[in-house]
């Protein structure tokens, strides 16, 4: 199989409109960092706040990113010793709001969920760096003539 063709299952695969529920083995973690070598530092929705790291599986690796404050599933690995789980699928909004409605979601998650303030009336994420710019104000208040007016 191609590299192309890889990416394309993978990225459909992730895409799917798949909302099965977590297995007995797997849980819903959030991303805390991101720490090198496809390892990153997830925090469980239970309340006791234990982290630990979570390994990027090589299928996922170049083909699918996700930052802090993401959702995954991850399942448990023997082996780990100090990396505990690997990822197995990434969570989207609707997969989100498709476990709370059943009452699967952390209630710890339910709180606060970072990426959701992020994003703008298109689901797209907000580019945090820019001003939002409001299309309604007029361009003359916008412009800063006030010290004109002082003189």
């Not at 805390?32 to 006791?48: D, F, K, P, Q, W």
């Amino acid at each position: 199989m191609s590299r192309v063709t890889k990416i394309k299952h993978i990225l459909k695969e992730q895409e799917a409109d798949e909302f099965d529920a977590p297995k007995e083995n797997q849980s819903i973690v959030r991303v805390v960092a991101s720490r090198g070598n496809n390892l990153h530092e997830v925090e469980t929705g239970i309340e006791e706040d234990e982290r630990f790291l979570v390994l990027m599986p090589v299928k996922f690796r170049k083909n699918v990113w996700i930052k802090r404050g993401d959702f995954v599933l991850v399942e448990p690995i023997e082996e780990g010793n100090k990396v505990k789980a690997e990822i197995c699928r990434i969570l989207t909004a609707e997969h989100i709001k498709l476990f709370e409605k059943e009452g699967i979601w952390p209630k710890r998650f339910t709180k606060k969920r970072e990426h959701e303030d992020d994003l703008d009336e298109d689901g797209l994420v907000r580019n945090t760096n820019r001003r939002v710019v409001d299309a309604d104000s007029d361009s003359d208040e916008s412009t800063g003539n006030e010290s004109d007016e002082d003189n």
